[in-house]
Each structure stands twice: as C-alpha cells, then as structure tokens.
C-alpha cells in the first residue's frame, strides 16, 4: 500500500469517527432535550453542524490529498505601482547595509 492511500484511508477513517461522535452526540442531546433539560436544545442543532464541517474538511483534504503538492502559489502581479516598487528599492537598500563591525571611534 503506497503513502498517499494510506493518507487517503486515514481521512475517511477520520471522517468515520468524527461522524460516529456527531451522530451518538446529537441522539444524547434529543434525548436529554425531550426530557427536560432546555440546554440541550442548543447542542440539539450544534453537533448537526459540526458533522457538516467534518464533511466540509474531508472534502478539502481528499482534495488537497489528490492535488499533492503541485500547486504553486504564484506572485501576485502588482502592475505598474511605482509606490510598491519605490517600497520594494527601500527595503533591499536597507536589508543590504551591513553592520559595522567595530563602533565609530568618536
């Protein structure tokens, strides 16, 4: 079995558990909620949402998975900004002074 399947099987064994957890949460909570505690009617309508974000990240991640590390992030194309280009002259300047090695004689 190569890395990236085992990668890929650990996200859905991921996505098992953290459903497996949702859905047992959210059966307690209705539970509790139909027998009188008024608090639970909160988490009555939170661990549905929670499972919906655990979807949400396994989507992402199998795709990221599958992606690998190909995508390249790409400079942002500034165009003609002479300000930014005039910043950028400034901050090589300053990062290409070397410190004295001895301090000034006064």
Same mark, same amino acid.
């Given at each position: 079995m190569t890395q990236g399947t085992k990668r890929i099987l650990g996200i859905h064994l991921g996505l098992a558990l953290a459903q497996l957890i949702c859905v047992s949460a959210f059966a307690i909570e209705l539970s509790r909620a139909l027998h009188g505690n008024? =608090?639970?009617w909160a988490y009555v309508f939170e661990w549905p949402i929670f499972s919906g974000y655990a979807i949400y990240m396994w989507? *992402? =991640?199998l795709k990221q998975e599958r992606l690998g590390d190909a995508t390249d992030v790409a400079a942002p194309d500034h165009g003609d900004d002479r300000a930014l280009d005039d910043f950028n002259e400034y901050l090589r300047r300053v990062h290409? *002074?070397?410190p004295p090695t001895a301090p000034p004689e006064t």
């Open positions: 008024s =608090l639970s989507q *992402k =991640l290409d *002074k070397t």
